[in-house]
Nanobody, 125 residues
């Protein structure tokens, strides 16, 4: 069973950047599609981005996120990253990484099996 630990969150001003990391333990990291989700206070958890097992295909929440966020992975380091640029106050949330053992693309949190504890991102205006 894989375990996930997120890091890299913090407080940043609007327009700033953060790079989130999600380190996995276990020997099967490359067998998972990896996703990033976020949850703002009072809101449901929402999909942000996902990346294929080999790292060659990525999906994003929408064009607004795609133009500012980049998901990547390093299977040798068993780590998935989320580079976030030009951050906006509405990006404020707890960010989670998660594993997906299925095939194809999914933005549904219910399809993801293992979750990290989350890392807080706060963007001030």
């Amino acid at each position: 069973q894989v375990q996930l630990v997120e890091s890299g969150g913090g407080l940043v001003q609007a327009g700033g950047s953060l790079r989130l990391s999600c380190a996995a333990s276990g020997r099967t990291f490359s067998s998972y599609i990896m996703g990033w989700f976020r949850q703002a206070p009072g809101k449901e958890r929402e999909f942000v981005a996902s990346i294929s097992r080999s790292g060659d295909i990525a999906y994003y929440k929408d064009s607004g996120v795609k133009g500012r966020f980049t998901i990547s992975r390093d299977n040798a380091k068993m780590t998935v990253y989320l580079q976030m640029n030009n951050l906006k106050p509405e990006d404020t949330a707890v960010y989670y990484c998660a594993t997906f053992r299925g095939w194809g693309f999914s933005s549904a949190a219910s399809d993801y099996n293992t979750w990290g504890q989350g890392t807080q991102v706060t963007v001030s205006s």
